[in-house]
């Protein structure tokens, strides 16, 4: 159980173009989830935290306007890349809490994100 | 602010020896301690946690970690390590002070275990 899921697993998209990337849990109801940002060969970045209809949470120097983050329902978060850069390459990486678990995070497979 | 640090870049050790990889936090309060391994090109898979009770943690694949609140320490361990444990560890804190509190990572321990 508690799987989390991302679509996709790689994308290339050319700079100035915008990028869609899903995150859903498939076997538990995710009031919160995380949203990280991971460079080669370095630790995980918490870029914001979604709460189910309400606004995401932006951590310090994360530009909301340019990741959008939507979490429309109890399974599925959406982080969107608005116009993209080649600086905007790197791993992403979302996780999900279930209710009720104060302690417990589950991790999607990543999605890696080049932009040209 | 929360923080946790991994001193080591990288871990090496021969299969069938003994294993560490040191962590160390800081937090407000009382810790949710975490270990996660990491795969290439894959997201993070969890491996232990500590929450309360025994200070001594059993987790997946054969290791285990010691919660040290004295020296704020949660290292990670295996008695017999394995070829296919070779990968990036990152240790992981967060206060037990409700549902949204966020979760601090180290900087990851690379370790490469070989024949």
């Known amino acids: 159980g508690a799987v989390v899921s991302q679509h996709p697993s790689r994308v290339i998209c050319k700079s100035g173009t915008s990028v869609k990337i899903e995150c859903r849990s498939l076997d538990f109801q995710a009031t919160t989830m995380f949203w990280y940002r991971q460079f080669p060969k370095q630790s995980l970045m918490l870029m914001a935290t979604?709460?189910?209809?309400?606004?995401?949470?932006?951590e310090q120097g994360v530009e909301k306007d340019k990741f959008l983050i939507n979490h429309a329902s109890l399974t599925l978060s959406t982080l969107t890349v608005t116009s993209a850069h080649p600086e905007d390459s790197s791993f992403y990486i979302c996780?999900?809490?279930?209710?009720?678990?104060?302690?417990?995070?589950?991790f999607g497979p990543g999605t890696r994100l080049t932009v040209t | 602010a929360q923080s946790v640090a991994q001193p080591e870049d990288q871990v090496n050790v021969a299969e069938g020896n003994p294993l560490t990889v040191k962590c160390t936090y800081s937090v407000s309060g009382n810790p949710y301690l975490f270990w996660y391994v990491q795969y290439p090109n894959r997201g993070l898979q969890f491996l232990l946690k500590y929450i309360t009770g025994d200070n001594l943690v059993k987790g997946s694949y054969g290791f285990e970690a010691e919660f040290n609140k004295s020296q704020t320490s949660f290292h990670l361990k295996k008695p017999s390590a394995l070829v296919s444990d070779s990968a990036l560890y990152f240790c992981?804190?967060?206060?037990?002070?409700?549902?949204?509190?966020?979760?601090?990572f180290g900087t990851g321990t690379r370790l490469q275990v070989t024949l």
């Open positions: 979604s709460n189910e209809g309400s606004k995401a949470t932006y």
């Open positions: 992981a804190v967060r206060p037990n002070t409700g549902t949204a509190s966020k979760l601090t």
């Open positions: 996780s999900a809490r279930p209710p009720g678990q104060g302690y417990e995070q589950y």
